[in-house]
């Protein structure tokens, strides 16, 4: 029972580190902590790693990445004495999701529909040409996701790096999750009628 508890909570915060590394980053340089809060990050990532053995195919593999990227972006931080590299997670985060959802587009079920197989194993042909499409646009947001995160990093501009990574990043995604939420209720209510 204490090591389920105790698996839970590593788990809760290895998640919760993915989220906020932005803050963790800026609050490191910000107080002058990176020192120890770099072993402290990348012991997270090591646990996330970890949990990655549990997870869906397609999401394993992302786990897997984004938790190495994280760890050789604090080894290397660390050895070298910089945060600059730091900056470079959520590029290499946005990078790792393109390729996976990009990849799943040139296999026979791209990865929105093997989602949505999940929930409904026999979905018609219009909802698998609308999962399709769907990846397609993930594919995008990835892309220019992954570039302004890119542009953040090499301007350098903490302030800048952390708002884009930190807030509006997210917000851009729940908008294109809510906003394809609402599209796809729209096309099950016109496919069923």
């Known amino acids: 029972m204490r090591g389920s508890r105790l698996h839970t909570g590593l788990k809760i915060a290895a998640a919760l580190l993915m989220l906020s590394w932005p803050f963790v980053v800026w609050f490191g340089l910000a107080h002058n902590s990176l020192h120890w809060l770099l072993p402290l990050m990348a012991l997270m990532l090591l646990a996330r790693l970890q949990?990655?053995?549990?997870?869906?195919?397609?999401?394993?593999?992302?786990?897997?990445?984004?938790?190495?990227?994280?760890?050789?972006?604090?080894?290397?931080?660390?050895?070298?004495?910089?945060?600059?590299?730091?900056?470079?997670?959520?590029?290499?985060?946005?990078?790792?999701?393109?390729?996976?959802?990009?990849?799943?587009?040139?296999?026979?079920?791209?990865?929105?529909?093997?989602?949505?197989?999940?929930?409904?194993?026999?979905?018609?042909?219009?909802?698998?040409?609308?999962?399709?499409?769907?990846?397609?646009?993930?594919?995008?947001?990835f892309v220019l996701n992954g570039a302004a995160a890119l542009f953040t990093a090499v301007q350098g501009d903490m302030r800048l790096w952390s708002a884009w990574n930190g807030m509006i990043a997210y917000l851009l995604m729940g908008l294109l999750m809510a906003g394809e939420w609402l599209v796809r209720q729209r096309v099950i209510k016109r496919e069923t009628t």
Do not use: K
């Open 51 to 141: 949990q990655s053995r549990q997870a869906l195919a397609p999401m394993r593999f992302v786990m897997r990445g984004v938790a190495v990227v994280g760890i050789a972006l604090c080894a290397a931080s660390w050895l070298l004495n910089t945060h600059r590299l730091l900056l470079f997670y959520p590029v290499a985060v946005n990078g790792i999701m393109l390729a996976v959802f990009g990849g799943s587009l040139y296999t026979a079920m791209p990865l929105v529909e093997r989602l949505a197989r999940l929930r409904d194993p026999a979905l018609p042909q219009a909802a698998v040409r609308y999962t399709r499409r769907v990846t397609q646009v993930w594919c995008g947001f």
